[in-house]
Each structure stands twice: as C-alpha cells, then as structure tokens.
C-alpha cells in the first residue's frame, strides 16, 4: 500500500515537471542569441560563487558513496574536485561562445506557385537526460540543451544527487538572474526508479531521452521508452590494416586506438590484418602492443604467426572490452573486413589504414558506421575532434544523429512557408 | 499450445525475413542510380505486365472484404481500379525520375590537423513499413524505399492480402530481372497481429517503422515498439484570421483549408479569429462555410456573433473531425492564437492570414508545427506540393523528421573522416 502511494506521488512530481518543462520550452523558444549567452554566463558565475556549497555536497555523496561500499572508479566518476569544477564552469561558458544552432536556414526555395518555403533549425523541445555518476553532465547537458533553447530535466545517479542538486540550484539561481524561464532546467529530485519510468514514457512532455552510462542502463532505458532515445550501447571499434598500408602509420593507429585511453567507446576492440601483408606486420604489432601491456586475442590464422598469443572466441568479435585487450584477425582483403566491421561492430567508429584509392573510397562507401575513417585513429570521434564544440553525447541509432550529439543535434526543423492567398487547386 | 505454436512460428518466419532484410541492405548499398533506376522502371513494367493477375486478387479481396461487412469507405480504398493501377504505375516510374537521395555530401570540412570531414547521406538501412487498405501503398513505399537503397519489410493491412501479396510479387519479380537483390522487398506473408509485434521490435533488423492508418493502429504501433518510429496520429490544422488579415485571402482559405478534401490529415479543423475583425469577418465566413454544409461549433464570443453556431466544448478544441465540421474561436489577438494552437493543435500544418509583417513574423517563430504557413492554404502539406517528389507519409515528430517524409528523409548520414596517419595527442 505504501509503495503504492509513494508510485503515485514520484507518478504526480514527474508529470508536473514535464508540464512545466514543455510550458518554459514554449517561452525559451522567443529567446534569441544575446539573452540565452547572458544567462549562460550567468550560470557559470553562479556555479563559479557557488563552488564550496557544490563541493561540500559532493563531499558528503563522496562519504556516502564510501560506505555504501561503491568501487573506486566510481568514486573517481563522483569525485568533483577544483581541476574539475574548474572545468565544468569553463565548459559552460565555452558554450556561450559557440555559434546559436536555432534559427538557421537550412534550406529554401520557391515554387511555381508563388509559394515561398523556408526549412529552419529549431529547438527540439523538452530534453530528458539520464545519467550515471559523474556531476559534471548536470552541467554540461544543462548548457548544452538551454543554449540550443530546449529545456532539460535532468535524473542523475542516486549516488550523485546531493552533487547534482547543487549544480542544478546554482544554475537555476544564476539563470534566473538573467531571465532563465521558470523550469527551463529541472532536476528530479528523488532517488526511486519509478521516476525514471515516468520520465520516459511522457511522450506528451519530452520529446527525446539522452541516456548516459553503462549498456544495462541503456537497455533498460531503450526497451521501456515510448519518448525516442538518442544512445550508443558500446563502441567496438575496428582498425583494418589493409594489405597496401603504410606500415608505421599503421602501427601508430592501432597503438593510438587501442591504448591511449581504452576505458572509452572510440577506443579499438579489433584488429583486422589482410593477409597480404599479416606475416610481416603482424608480428611487429604485437610486440609494440605486448609492450604496452596489451592481451591480444586471435584467429587461428594470426596465431600461427604469432605463436602465445590467447584464442578468440565467437563472442570476442563482439565484445567491447574497455581494457588493454585486443581481438586479431587475418582477413581475406578489404572485403572481408567490411563484411566483418558490419556483422560484428556497433557501427560507431572504424578505420581503414590503406594507400590504395579504391579502397579507401570502397572502405567509406560500404562501412555502415557513424564515423568512418580513413587513415586516422578512431579516437577522433567526438564533438570537440570534429569541430562541434561540446557534445552531449554519440549516438550509433540511425535517425535523426549519427556520432557526436552537439549543438545542431539538438535542433530540429520546421518548414515557416509564405504565400499571398494560395489555395489548393 | 496450438496458439502458442503458431505465435512461435510467425515470431521465426519475421526474425528470418528481418535477418534477409539486413542481409539484402548491405548488398543495396552499394548500387549506384542508374542500376537502382533499371530496377525502379523494371518494376513499372513488371506490374503493367502483370496487371491482370493483380486485379483479380484484388477481385477476391474485395468481394471477402463484402462478406465480412467492410463499410464503403474501406471497400473503396481497398479497389484498385484500372485508374489507380496506371497511377500507382506512373508513380513508380516518376519516383525512378526524382534525384538519387543517397551520396549527397551535406557538409565538409578540414580541421587544422589535416583531418578531412564529409557528412554524407546514406541509406537508412532496412524499414518497416505497417499499413490499412489501399494495396497501392505496397508499390509506392517499395519503390521510395529502393530509391533510397534501403530495403523494406512490408505489412499491410489482412483485407488486402492477396492484392498486396500479388502487387509485390510482380515488383519482386520484375526487380529481380534487373539485378534487385533478393529479400530486398518483402511482404509479411501472414495475417496474424503476433507478426507486427515482431516486427516493430526487431531492433537488430529494423531501423525505423513507418504506420499508416488510423490513430488507434498508430498508437498500439508506437505504444509497443522498441525500433523508432516516423508517425502522426493526427492533423489538427488550424487558420488564424488576424486583425489585419486581407478579408477575400482569409475566405478563400478557411474554404479551401476546411473543404477542399475534408477527410485529410492537412485539412483545417479551427478557426481562430481575431476579435478586432471577428464581428465584420466571421458572419460572411460562417455563411460562406454554411453555404458548403459545414458545421460550426463555436466558442460563446462567436456565438454572439453568430448566432445558431453550436457550442463547441473543451473536446472539440483537440478534435480530428476529417469531416465538414469546424470549431471556431474568437481570440484575443496574435498571442493567444499561438498559444491555442501550440496547446490544442497536434504539431502538423497552421496558417496566419495577416498582411502584418511583425505578425507574420513572430506567427513563424513562434508556433511549432511542422509547417507553418503565412496567407497560404494548410493544405499544401505534401512531399509534392513542397516539390520533394512523393512522399511515404507525414511525420508529426520531432526527431529526424517533420512534415512531408520523402526521399531525403529516407535516409541518414555519416561521417566518414579522411587523415595521413593523424592520432589523438
């Protein structure tokens, strides 16, 4: 019976927050550039005058966190330290800076008719965003969204919520000082799963949900949502070596893709090696790899010519391993890598490292990935490397974003078509 | 244990035709125009050829659609007379004609480190197409999909089995001769509801499902399915008649809007009039309307003026009539217009009648519907009156896209990034 009422009440807060949300994205939509930079640079003063309430929040979630026994890389997630809150207030204003996403003319044209269509860049609406321990996206997605002119409600880790209800009063405080709408940016304040179930199947109030976090999380977001989700599950990312590669190029993009952050989804999970040119590569990439502590997994085909190294199995092809390991495989041409990246990959990011044209144009025509690259580490797959700005997170769905989810993803678009009394023979 | 038997087969027949249905999209990626036109205009001639045997199924559909009791409308839509056979014919020869969707590059640029960037459209991959009735849809949304070389798994609706079956066989067929891969077309070749629930949950196979139908299928669709959905349940159109609106373009309009074709989605359903011109303007309209047997159903200011008006009640206001009934309702000016529409209106097609720059203006910004009109018909909401050639259907949503989904909308991008070795510092 309690928990009953208790669904009913966490049921109540959260519609009420999406009414409010979607009413304050009807007034954030009249905003132009100058105002939401005003209160963008107001938010980060607040966040800046705020830092020691922020931290001595973060502390407790942090002792909390301790003796509710949560492992030490998320200890480090929660950990909002002055390195790191100096950088999030400088993200914030970083975004100000950016060029406003709303209002541009995508495209425009006239018809015979007289009629006159414009197709612009709006703001998308209400924005939900769930996410796991780090505080530092309260922030990040909170600018983010508002620069954009949508609105954002925000459902943070429970272990992160003191952090995240800091960060959100301090930005809604800042805001408001410069003409923040009411509930323009929200953050539900209470720990129950029922929350988030509410929050993803008011189809009314939000119009898309970013979730950020583990694959669990993710799946258990995406099978229970009625509001569309913007998501990556994982990134098994591939480097293809192609039998007309350079050589060193080669050995410093797998070096590069596998080893200089593999905790991360742009990261490589496999190699592929043509068999033209396996025998003598292969043996020298493993030594460079072994060097760097790297576990590599292989096909009976690179085994043999790297005698030690583990079997892979059917279901390492498939497996982001976030850690220093590697899957191996000989392939027969370009063609069999394409086939493999295709079948075995989260069509996130994949790199071919080839001198040959036709097959670097073959390899960017037929792998059906998000970011497909050419000579160059996979790494390169985020809002910043491409030149975006600050992202909100990548996306491997195929509608509406693909990679890096920045500013212009944020946006939608409508058609704004004048006449002079035109009717519909 | 016979039901669940037969559940467990439909669910392995549609995993089989998605798996096909993936398997064939690889394959199609890689046709360039003029082999995707061959097989576009080998359809035509294949469904020309083939005309006889489609009518006859169609015969036996129509004469079980009597016995069970189909009502008119429903039997009408499910003819297909020798007409509609020719239309649905050139319709797949103009789509032949429309420019290749895929390949476009949408935007490039280099970064400083020598990185290349080209956003490129590509297909979406495999889509879901669920429908009622008219067997025409079968070859209007198989021909758009292969234009956009994805591959489509057709479900139409059990009345129009046969004529949907003999419809696409004949494309199947004709495909084929010119080099359509298998699987690339599909119909779902059983009537049971366990098969859509499949299929809108194929994640791994289906990229996007497209209803088209009545609100109640559309909603089940949408309320089930863990693939993305590109839908409107309903169009609830409204013109505004503002202070300073030229009276004759006003009347011509609000007939058009309203009478043209009342039983499309695009159709008006309100009107709103600003009260400064309410008093002279809206007694000639309602006698004009009247004149043409609409019913209107108004607010109590129009009443006054108007008298004999129904009332209109809070329903009415969020109402789809598809029928010669209108709701009409006296505003306050310009905002409270935009207001009621971005409240009441269900996001799809809106019109201003104002000579008012600055009211055209913030009418443009400010209601957030997929097409936004100024001193123009809502009808002209359509792929071919925006000049983007056919359209599968209209899309209310707010992610990937709005309004009319043709070809471009059809498909997707990528990135595909082109360095000399460059790693991530």
């Not at 129950?192 to 939000?206: C, F, G, N, P």
Request: glycine share 8%.
């Amino acid at each position: 019976m309690e928990e009953i009422k208790e669904e009913q009440a966490t049921g109540k807060l959260v519609t009420e927050i999406g009414r409010q949300a979607r009413e304050a994205s009807r007034k954030l939509m009249g905003f132009g550039p100058a105002q939401k930079n005003k209160i963008l640079l107001s938010i980060a003063d607040a966040l800046d005058a705020q830092r020691k309430s922020i931290r001595s929040e973060n502390l407790i979630d942090l002792e909390e966190g301790r003796e509710k026994g949560l492992n030490e890389a998320l200890i480090d997630r929660l950990d909002l330290n002055d390195k790191r809150l100096d950088a999030m207030i400088q993200g914030v204003r970083d975004i100000a800076d950016l060029p406003d996403p709303v209002g541009r003319i995508l495209k425009s044209w006239k018809k015979e008719n007289g009629l006159e269509f414009r197709k612009t860049s709006v703001p998308i609406g209400v924005i939900g965003m769930i996410y796991e321990s780090r505080p530092n996206v309260t922030a990040d997605a909170g600018a983010l969204c508002l620069k954009a002119s949508n609105t954002i409600i925000l459902r943070g880790g429970s272990e992160a919520l003191r952090s995240n209800r800091a960060i959100a009063d301090a930005m809604i405080e800042g805001g408001r000082a410069s003409g923040l709408p009411d509930h323009a940016l929200q953050l539900i304040p209470v720990r129950s799963r029922e929350a988030v179930q509410k929050l993803i199947t008011m189809d009314e109030y939000v119009d898309v949900i970013i979730p950020r976090g583990g694959e669990g999380l993710i799946r258990a977001v995406t099978e229970n949502a009625t509001v569309p989700v913007l998501k990556h599950y994982k990134g098994v990312c591939h480097v293809y070596v192609d039998g007309e590669a350079d050589r060193e190029k080669a050995l410093s993009i797998i070096e590069n893709a596998k080893c200089q952050r593999p905790g991360v989804c742009n990261a490589a999970e496999t190699l592929l090696v043509d068999q033209s040119i396996a025998t003598k590569w292969l043996p020298k990439a493993a030594r460079l790899l072994e060097s760097k502590g790297v576990e590599l997994r292989g096909c009976d085909q690179s085994r043999e010519i790297v005698p030690g190294m583990k079997q892979a199995t059917e279901e390492d092809w498939s497996t982001e391993y976030l850690d220093l390991i590697l899957s191996v495989k000989v392939v027969d041409g370009i063609d069999e890598a394409i086939q493999h990246i295709n079948r075995y990959g989260s069509g996130h990011s994949d790199t071919a490292v080839t001198e040959n044209r036709e097959h670097q144009d073959v390899f960017g025509r037929m792998v059906d990935s998000a970011a497909v690259y050419i000579n160059a580490s996979t790494r390169f797959t985020d809002g910043a490397e491409f030149g975006m700005g600050a992202e909100i997170g990548i996306s491997t769905g195929r509608l509406h974003a693909r990679g890096p989810v920045a500013l212009e993803e944020l946006t939608t678009y409508k058609y704004v078509v004048t006449g002079q009394g035109q009717i519909k023979e």
